[in-house]
């Protein structure tokens, strides 16, 4: 199968003074397959949220690249990386992602109204996500209105509504109590598994591990351990 | 749209912070229509304290004449120049005049001054002479009236019906003479130099006295249909009246002093509204530095989303549109209403003098058109300006950055 994402030997570096280089993500190459529910773990500082931003989009490798759907997006400029996120990549933060002044079914129509989507097919994907998350009845409910569980489930589905490649999802049950964020997985490995989304974590929730169908360890900005779990 | 209804509901988001960025640029705009129209209303005052008192709007004197006074300098075959005055469409009226300086002698006291032979009726209709009397009355035309301003009165010790003599020098023979006269009124100006310095007699008996005839005069002071008309260089009378021994010169060129403050006053407005606005402006600049800072996190995702830099940052400069023209209405109702109240009821000043002239202590604004038209395109243009660096801020914001904040 085509690979969704490739990194080969990728390296982001920082350098907090002349004498320090901090080696977030050091030659770091995977391969992540179209499916697959894949967790990014490791210690805080390990470098696994720097590369989730990496393969995201979001940051610029110090060097190697990063190949999504067949793009090497370490060479976009910083407007073309933006249209790519647009258009492939459905993000999901660890809180506050939602547009505080929109409401629920304004923030899954954002990401269309900017790649342009008619009215029409807007109002369908909106009403669609919302069931598929379960917030039908939510949709006129601003941020502030809504729980935490609930803000990020609409997350998710502004996330999905936009047609994404690949969902990438940074600590999404963070600031989730137990049960809300059980909930929230489940609804995500439902998408996974019925309409084959594929969705990457950076976390070091038990919770997603166990739901996870790869689980790779990163350690001082290394993988340690590459680990596919049969589904 | 989705920039639009962002914008607005960003807006609404902190009222509190909107509505006092809104009151600082709407009351400078209003500050800004309030400055410049009682600095018309200034203008105004002292304007019409030239036009209407003695200088008139223009003059026509013998070349030279203006340097020093000099009785010699008269205008010879006046005729010709009231037939062209009477032809010229654009003159409303004019008044002829002789003038002499001399020395001003009552029963107690001796002072030099000028001397105006005026024809009572033209003159009242090129200036407010008639109005000016405090104690007596005009000129009647009959032989002796004298005019004498309020401050030489006092120098003199005279009054009403005291005598006054005066002596001065004949046109070409340079031979002395003197005339009795008896004080038939009394004016005030409020022009310093005026009211101390000047009397008035009918033109008839101050020919005589200086020896000249009916067709010599030193001046004609014009009033024009129109006041424009008399700055600008192509009207009819500049043309006609200016020749090697004839100048016609118009109120601002016969009064430098004032013809400065008035270039001044246009700066003055300036400077006070750019003042006005470089306040505004850094208010506008902290105002949407302070909100952009509440939102880099939410910045951070609407970016890594995928909205473009040129998006978030017309996101700011649509916020900054909204205050703009929000403010601007604000500040014209508040400006209009302010000036119009201002302009009935005059604004207090207390009492003082410009070049010599005495403002009234109520100074009366004057609104126009161009203060509610460019006024506002100018606010709306510097809070533009203001908001360029805070949006530019925005669109540099790195998401990756700004999501590990506020947080």
């Known amino acids: 199968m085509t690979a969704l994402i490739q990194t080969d030997n990728l390296c982001r570096y920082f350098y907090p003074s002349d004498e320090i280089v901090v080696k977030a993500v050091d030659g770091i190459s995977i391969s992540i397959e179209p499916g697959e529910f894949t967790a990014i773990i490791g210690p805080s500082g390990s470098g696994k949220t720097t590369l989730l931003h990496l393969i995201g989009g979001l940051d610029k490798p110090t060097s190697g690249d990063v190949m999504l759907s067949g793009q090497n997006i370490a060479q976009m400029s910083s407007g073309e990386l933006s249209d790519f996120r647009r258009d492939h990549i459905g993000f999901v933060f660890q809180a506050y992602n939602l547009i505080p002044v929109l409401s629920a079914e304004e923030n899954i129509e954002y990401v269309m109204l900017l790649q342009g989507a008619d009215a029409a097919t807007r109002k369908k994907r909106v009403a669609k996500t919302l069931q598929q998350v379960g917030l039908s009845d939510y949709a006129d409910r601003r941020p502030n209105k809504l729980s935490g569980g609930q803000q990020q489930r609409v997350a998710v589905a502004r996330a999905m509504a936009s047609h994404p490649d690949i969902i990438l999802a940074d600590e999404p049950t963070a600031n989730l109590d137990s049960k809300t964020g059980i909930a929230l997985l489940d609804v995500m490995k439902e998408l996974n598994e019925t309409l084959g989304m594929t969705f990457v974590f950076s976390t070091h929730d038990e919770k997603i591990m166990k739901r996870a169908t790869r689980l790779i360890h990163v350690v001082d900005g290394q993988i340690e351990l590459d680990e596919k779990k049969s589904s | ?407």
């Open chain 2, 1 to 407: 749209m989705l920039t639009l209804k962002l914008a607005i509901r960003n807006l609404l988001r902190n009222t509190r912070r909107t509505v006092l960025t809104m009151a600082l640029i709407g009351s400078s705009l209003t500050a800004l229509i309030l400055v410049d129209a009682l600095m018309l209303g200034m203008l105004d005052i002292l304007v019409n304290s030239i036009t209407k008192n003695l200088v008139g709007e223009a003059q026509i004197h013998r070349v030279g004449f203006r340097d020093n006074l000099d009785v010699d300098l008269y205008l010879s075959e006046t005729e010709k120049i009231i037939e062209t005055l009477d032809q010229d469409p654009t003159i409303a009226a004019y008044s002829e005049r002789v003038l002499a300086g001399g020395i001003l002698s009552s029963s107690y006291n001796v002072a030099t001054g000028l001397m105006y032979g005026i024809n009572a009726v033209s003159e009242g209709q090129v200036t407010q002479l008639p109005d000016a009397i405090i104690e007596g009355q005009y000129l009647t035309g009959k032989s002796g009236e004298i005019l004498i301003g309020h401050e030489l009165a006092d120098l003199l010790e005279v009054s009403l019906g005291d005598r006054l003599v005066i002596t001065l020098s004949e046109a070409d023979t340079s031979e002395l003479a003197q005339a009795l006269f008896r004080v038939s009124g009394i004016f005030k100006f409020g022009i310093k130099g005026v009211d101390k310095g000047v009397v008035f007699t009918n033109l008839d008996q101050a020919r005589g006295v200086i020896g000249l005839t009916n067709e010599q005069s030193h001046e004609f002071a014009l009033r024009f249909t129109d006041r424009a008309l008399a700055t600008q260089p192509g009207t009819a009378v500049y043309q006609n009246l200016n020749t090697s021994e004839l100048e016609t010169l118009n109120w601002l060129q016969l009064n430098r002093p004032i013809a400065s403050i008035i270039e001044m006053s246009k700066f003055a407005s300036l400077i006070i509204g750019s003042i006005l606005f470089i306040l505004a402006g850094l208010g506008v600049i902290n105002s949407m530095f302070m909100s952009i800072y509440e939102r880099i996190y939410e910045f951070g995702v609407i970016k890594a989303l995928g909205t473009r830099p040129a998006r978030l940052a017309g996101l700011i400069m649509t916020e900054a549109l909204l205050i703009a023209l929000i403010s601007c209405v604000a500040g014209l109702i508040l400006g209009y209403l302010l000036g119009s109240y201002a302009a009935e009821y005059g604004v207090p000043m207390g009492d003082y003098q410009v070049s010599g002239i005495a403002i009234d202590s109520r100074v009366l604004t004057r609104l126009e058109p161009y203060q509610f038209i460019q006024f506002p395109i100018y606010v709306t243009f510097l809070t533009l300006v203001a908001a360029i660096y805070p949006a530019l801020f925005a669109a540099k914001i790195v998401p990756t950055e700004a999501l590990q904040r506020s947080l």
